[in-house]
Structure formats: C-alpha cells, structure tokens
C-alpha cells in the first residue's frame, strides 16, 4: 500500500512566523503535490513537483513556497503566515512521471494562523 | 471557472438504497476521470476511475458512468452504507502531458441509517 505521511495534523501559528509542512511517501512516486481544502471551495492546487528540485506553481501559489531535495520528500513552506492561510493542507503523491496518474493523500494537516 | 462541477453540494439516503452523485465537465479534452471519497479530518482517498474510451466501470457496490456526449459523469452506490457517509469528489484529467487533475467542489453524502 502507498503511504504519504504529513509531519503534523493538528498546527496552531501565529501570525508571521514560518511555518514548515512537511510531507513524505515511501513508493518511489515522481509526483507530488500541494492543496488546500476549504469549506465550500473543493480542493486547490498549491505547488507541484514532478522531479527532485522541480517545481511548478498550481493555481494559487501565493504566499508559499516548495521544497524537493529527495524524491521521497516535498515541503511547504509558509514564508509569514496570514490568517487567510488557515486551512487544511493535503499533500498527495502519484507514480508516473510526466503523466497524471492516481493520486494517494496523506491525512492532512489542519493549520491555524492566529 | 469551474471546468468541472458537482453541482448538488449535500445528497441524502437511506442505508439499502441507491446513491447516485452527478459530475459534469465542460472540458472535451479531458480523458481520464477519478472519484475519490473523504472522511472529516483525513486525507481523501481514492474510490473509481473511469477512462473516456469506456462509459462504464464498475468495482463492487461502485459504479461509474460516463456520458461523453452529455460531458457528464455518476457515481452509484449500490446497496448505500452508513460507512459510505462521506464527501465525494470527482476529478478529471487533461489529454497530453498534464500532471494536473481539476476538482471539482465535492457533494455530502449522508446515508441515514
């Protein structure tokens, strides 16, 4: 079976400081990826890497950034968090490179900027 | 905009019936479609797909039926379970080299007991 891990699921913040999401999945997956799920608004596309130190941005990349140094391994990273940034974030992995494929979701990490 | 819409947001059923949750999607080019169903507080997981060369694929109490003409998509569930209480999204894939899949907003489902 896939596993993603997310480093924490329940994060309390406050407002400016960095906040470090981390996420990694055990089968050798190419791809990974970055959303947020908010009530109402489904799931949006952070930040997505389809190789080691590549990166492109989703459809609301503002205010984060990303990390791949391994292949197992891709990091979020709030550069000052906003309570706009209050959220549940998923991180999620697939196998092909170069292709959409099934996605498998970590558990998700409920972020709270006060 | 959304080129992929599950435009009932909440479903409710009661347990032994037919749970039917619609999708539709405004994008010919899309190719492959997923459904995947999420508990509160957890990640979402992956339930049926469905390519766009077949209009039906089916896995258990899972059906999945796909109306190319009509650019819409549906989820069956058939006999409905409390444990199927849940949110569903479906997801759609672009043709080409497209790593991205577009989601639509999600529906909750509730089968009461």
């Given at each position: 079976?896939?596993?993603?891990?997310?480093?924490?699921?329940?994060?309390?913040?406050?407002?400016?400081?960095?906040?470090?999401?981390?996420?990694?999945?055990?089968?050798?997956?190419?791809?990974?990826?970055?959303?947020?799920?908010?009530?109402?608004?489904?799931?949006?596309?952070?930040?997505?890497?389809?190789?080691?130190?590549?990166?492109?941005?989703?459809?609301?990349?503002?205010?984060?950034?990303?990390?791949?140094?391994?292949?197992?391994?891709?990091?979020?990273?709030?550069?000052?968090a906003s309570t706009n940034q209050t959220s549940m974030y998923l991180c999620a992995s697939s196998r092909l490179a170069g292709v959409t494929d099934t996605q498998y979701f970590g558990p998700g990490t409920r972020l709270t900027v006060l | 905009d959304q080129q992929v819409k599950q435009n009932s947001p909440s479903l409710s059923v009661q347990e032994g019936r037919i749970s039917i949750l619609n999708c539709d999607y405004t994008n010919s080019m899309f190719d492959y479609f997923l459904w995947y169903k999420k508990y509160p507080a957890e990640g979402p997981t992956f339930l049926i797909s469905i390519s766009s060369i077949k209009d039906k694929n089916e896995d258990g109490r899972f059906t999945v039926f796909l109306n190319k003409s009509a650019k819409h998509l549906s989820l069956h569930i058939v006999p409905s379970q409390p444990g199927d209480s849940a949110v569903y999204f479906c997801a759609a894939r672009g043709a080409g080299n497209n790593r991205k899949l577009i989601w639509g907003l999600g529906t909750s489902l509730a089968v009461n007991p």
């Open positions: 079976d896939v596993k993603v891990t997310q480093s924490s699921r329940y994060l309390v913040k406050r407002t400016g400081e960095k906040v470090f999401l981390e996420c990694v999945q055990d089968m050798d997956h190419e791809n990974m990826f970055w959303y947020r799920q908010d009530p109402g608004l489904g799931l949006r596309l952070i930040y997505f890497s389809y190789d080691v130190k590549m990166k492109e941005k989703g459809d609301i990349p503002e205010g984060y950034s990303v990390s791949r140094e391994k292949k197992e391994r891709f990091s979020l990273i709030l550069e000052s | -």
